[in-house]
Each structure stands twice: as C-alpha cells, then as structure tokens.
C-alpha cells in the first residue's frame, strides 16, 4: 500500500476512534495521546511576488532554501490565483471564486455561510495556527481565532509597515493575538516576527502526536519595500542595467529551466513601463535601489523560510510536512508611489539614502513587476496570466516527479480540497458539521503531486473579483466584462476576448472575431 493511503487509513482509523460513528469533527485537544500517522501540512505565503523571482523558477535573486524545497519537490508552471491579496485569500480560505466567498472589497469577511479552510482542517482532528497576514476582516468577529485557527497572530489589515512603529493610528486595529489586539514589539522585522511566532505555535503542542496545518501568510515581499540594516545593501549595483535587461535574463533563466512552454518569448511582449534608456540618471539610480531592497527581501523571506525547515528537521518532522509555497498575485506594478488606501502614510524620507528603511515608504514600478512576470501579459490586479500566475510548489516524499514541472491547470481555490484529503477527509461537499455551506469549486491536486496523470480540471473554471471576470475551461480563456455582464447578467460586455492558453500562453492574440461560438459557449459557463 502507498505511503499516503497508509497515512490516510490511520488518519480514518484515529478520527473513528475519537469522533465515534458522527461526522469527523473532534477538536485536536481530544486527540492528544493517539497516534496519528496523517502528515502535517505547511502553507507559506509570499505577497506580492513576482513568478521569476525564485531561482527555482528562473531568477536571480539568492533563494537557496525555497528552491531546495522546489527541487526535491514538483513546481507547478500553470498555477493560478487571484489578481489581488484579498481575492486569493478569499479563494484559498473558501475554495471558491472571492465572490462567491463575499470577499469584494478590501477588508470583506468570507460570508458566514463559508466553512474555512482551517474550519475544515480543525474538525478532521488537526491543530491549526497562523501566522501573518489575515486580510479578511478587521473585526474581532472575523479575526482568523474566530474563523478556525487555534493559534494565531495576525496583521487582520491588507498590509503595514515591516518594521518599526505601525502605520496605522493606535486609534484603528492592525493586529490581533489569539483574537486580541496586539502591537510588534520593539525591533521586529515582519519576516522574522511571523517566522517565529509560527515555530512557537508548533512547539507549543510538539511531542503530543496530533498532525497540524501551519499558515506562515507572510507581508514580504509587498510595498513598503523596507529590509533590517544588515540585508539592505546586499544586491547594491546588481541593478544597475535596468528592468529590460532584467527582463531578458529572467525570460532566459526560465527558459533554461523548462518553466516557461516551449516557444513562448518576448517577441510578441508588450510593455507599460518606459524605456530604461529613457530614464534621467537620478531616475535610474532610485529605480535601481528599490529593485536592491526588494531583492533583500525575498533573500531575507528565504533565509527565514530556511529557518523554519531546519527546525522541522531537528524535530524529525520535515519529512511527516507537506509543505506548499505559493505568492498571492503577480509582482506589483504601477507607479513607485503606492496608493495610500491599502496602508496610511506618516511622515517619510523617501530620498535615495534612506529609501528601504523604517520610515521610507516606497514600491519598486511597473518596469521591474514587468520582468518578473514577462512574458506573461500584464501584473498584479489583472485577470490576464502576468497578474495571476504564482511560482508555486510542493515538497513531500511521496512527490511523484521529484526536481520536476507540472503544466497542468491549477488554482488556488485547489488548494482547501488538496489539504482536505491530506488530512483523510472526503471532497469538500455543501454540508459542513450539520449546516448548509457555500459549494466548494476547487478540485484536490494531490492525485496529481503522486503521480495520476489525468486533469485536475476538465470543468470551466472561474476567476472573478468585484471589477472583472474571467473564465478558464483548458485551453480556452475569456476575459473581460464588468460585473453582471455575459450570461444572465442583463448586460453586455463591454469588452471580451477570447485566447486559446496551449497555442497563446502569452495572451496575446483575441480569437473572438475568429471563434464566437466559442466565446458565446463560455459566456454562458460565467456564474
């Protein structure tokens, strides 16, 4: 018998045991002492991202501990997830489109009549802590605490400074532990703070034989780019040619690798950003340095990831650990003065000798995001592929196809069925302890992580936020529309296109003129 099934048999057998003949719904406190053979599962989140910025997946930035992961694991090259933080948390944490799940808007609770990720991971028996950021509600009602983690500390907002004072007023709530207001402490890196708080929870229950899902959701490496004093100078001048430079190395890296389909180029690329040799000398050298710290910053999320596996190894749990890594978006464009909504801004000294400390508050632009996502079209906020693909993998021993890649479509509504059956549930259904819950749209990848060749999806797949849709039934893609456009909506769209993704990974050619019937027929696939 497979290890996995091994595992899933005395996953069944502890939960018969402690559930009785009910639904299996026992809180991990109850389990203590029972063996349990059913592996932990890791989740570590980066925000904001670029997909080539992992050597694993093609970049040059030093990643020596995440791509160890990736290699002794399998890299999915086709992995979608939202265009935008609060989206993707609401599809991870529903297993749903974010409409669907109530997220709208910034700040959104899932509705109530969602059943979590961690709600579901707990009740088959599992601890469940988090650490990072929550982005799905500020209240002490919609806390993580409230919706299935047994542990947390959360920044419930969508984003904040990564080291000294807070930037929102003590007057507003940025974080809670276990439920309650909080402040970082003295000296905290948001990358190290969340790193640790993680293990603390791990070891708080180590020893007691009950399996967990770990949640690290960490800030890095989102705007305010700000890195510690010793890792801030650490890529000084490695920029200086520019993001269209940039742009080509990481497009033949990934190449090299076999991440990007065969074929697929910068010919066809179409870039937002101006010319690097367009820029003025000052432009060039502030433009530079924010790509410095925002290398510093995945650096420093990797040595952190680093952290984090050795102490799973000294614990003898890094091989009992599922471990999936993901980033929420695609990198972060537009203008190097991000928009005040998301975080309030203080008072600032953004000059280039201060740039990447505490109180600078800057992004890095849309020529940079542009090399880490081409030759994917677009970045962070859009449905097209440059706003939605995320590097993402998986490391566990019963990796099928270990060090390789995986083209098949995936999304990270995926991801709440994959854990689900890890954990030895039965697939998501709309009836969760007792009470009727939001349908599940994501389909368990983990046949596929052990070696089933078949699709994970052979249905229509939607993406949608509040502003745009977009709809994926392999190889075929529509985009556009505004909300309640296309099929049943009583509009019509103001625009849609239509791309076949085998032929057009780029996204650049419409075929709607050429194949309406196709566009209609999946016009009518939108919910």
């Not at 430079?245 to 990007?260: I, P, Q, S, W």
């Not at 505004?482 to 849609?496: F, I, K, L, T």
């Amino acid at each position: 018998m497979p290890v996995f099934f091994r595992r899933r048999a005395a996953g069944f057998l502890l939960l018969a045991l402690t559930a009785g003949c009910g639904a299996p719904d026992a809180d991990p406190e109850s389990t203590a002492g029972v063996a349990d053979s059913r592996p932990n599962i890791l989740l570590i989140l980066a925000d904001d991202m670029g997909y080539t910025d992992l050597g694993a997946f093609g970049g040059e930035i030093a990643t020596p501990n995440l791509d160890r992961l990736a290699f002794e694991g399998v890299r999915f090259a086709n992995f979608h997830v939202g265009p935008s933080c609060a989206p993707t948390r609401g599809m991870l944490m529903s297993g749903t489109t974010t409409v669907e799940a109530g997220v709208l808007a910034l700040d959104d609770p899932p509705l109530p009549e969602v059943a979590l990720l961690p709600e579901r991971i707990r009740a088959l028996g599992y601890h469940t802590y988090m650490a990072g950021k929550w982005n799905l509600g500020i209240d002490d009602r919609d806390s993580p605490s409230r919706r299935g983690f047994e542990s947390t500390y959360a920044l419930v907002r969508a984003g904040d400074s990564h080291m000294g004072p807070s930037n929102f007023p003590p007057t507003s709530v940025a974080y809670r532990e276990n439920g309650e207001r909080t402040d970082p402490p003295e000296g905290w890196y948001s990358t190290r703070l969340y790193t640790d708080k993680l293990i603390e929870q791990i070891e708080r229950n180590a020893g007691d034989g009950v399996p967990w899902f770990g949640y690290l959701a960490l800030t890095a490496p989102h705007w305010p780019l700000q890195a510690p004093e010793d890792w801030i100078d650490r890529y000084r001048g490695r920029y200086d040619a520019g993001y269209d430079v940039l742009r080509e190395a990481r497009v033949t890296g990934a190449t090299e690798l076999g991440v990007l389909p065969e074929g697929l180029g910068l010919e066809d690329y179409v870039s937002e950003a101006a010319r690097w040799d367009t820029l003025d000398d000052d432009e060039k050298r502030m433009s530079a340095r924010t790509m410095e710290i925002y290398a510093a910053m995945v650096e420093n999320m990797d040595y952190h990831a680093g952290r984090l596996i050795d102490y799973l190894q000294e614990a003898g749990a890094l091989d009992d650990t599922v471990i999936v890594f993901m980033s929420d978006n695609g990198a972060a464009g537009g203008e190097r003065d991000p928009d005040p909504q998301t975080i309030p801004r203080g008072v600032e000294d953004n000059s280039l000798a201060n740039v990447g400390r505490a109180n600078s508050f800057v992004g890095y632009g849309q020529g940079w995001a542009e090399a880490a996502m081409a030759p994917y079209r677009d970045t962070k906020s859009s449905l097209h592929s440059g706003g939605t693909l995320s590097s993402a993998f998986v490391r566990y021993p019963s990796v099928a196809d270990k060090g390789g890649l995986d083209r098949t479509f995936l999304t990270v509504m995926d991801v709440l069925p994959t854990f689900v059956e890890i954990a030895g549930g039965d697939p998501p259904g709309a009836v969760f302890e007792g009470r009727e819950v939001v349908p599940v749209r994501g389909r368990s990848f983990w046949g596929r992580v052990e070696g089933d060749p078949a699709p994970v999806h052979v249905e229509a797949v939607p993406l949608l936020t509040a502003r745009s849709r977009a709809l994926v039934r392999w190889p075929w893609k529509i985009i556009g529309g505004p909300p309640g456009s296309g099929a049943g909506g009583g509009a019509e769209p103001a625009e849609w296109m239509l791309f076949h993704l085998a032929d057009d990974p780029g996204e650049t050619t419409d075929l709607s003129d050429e194949y309406p019937e196709i566009e209609s027929e999946l016009m009518t696939l939108l919910p």
